[in-house]
């Protein structure tokens, strides 16, 4: 579920997704994004795109690194 979060910032830019669209995209529900945001946040992975009360969400630095590595690792394994 977490990457599949990723997956969707990742198509974002920096201008981000909001929570809603972010539900949409990967069906999950209000309190599960909310729970895994949490926990990417925490992890410096994902950054708030403004300062709003309920901003739109972007990969950090760390994040981008984190996707690519994991992208990497999901293409060595499928070829093995």
């Known amino acids: 579920t977490r990457l599949a979060i990723l997956e969707v910032l990742a198509d974002s830019g920096m201008l981000g997704v909001s929570g ?3 539900r949409k995209k990967t069906k999950i529900s209000r309190q599960l994004l909310s729970h895994h945001i949490s926990e990417l946040r925490k992890s410096d992975i994902v950054e708030p795109a403004s300062e709003r009360k ?19 690792l999901s293409i ?3 070829l093995a």
């Open 76 to 78: 060595s394994e499928s």
């Open 20 to 22: 809603s669209e972010i």
């Open 54 to 72: 309920r901003p739109n969400w972007k990969l950090s630095s760390k994040g981008k690194e984190t996707l690519e590595a994991s992208r990497k």
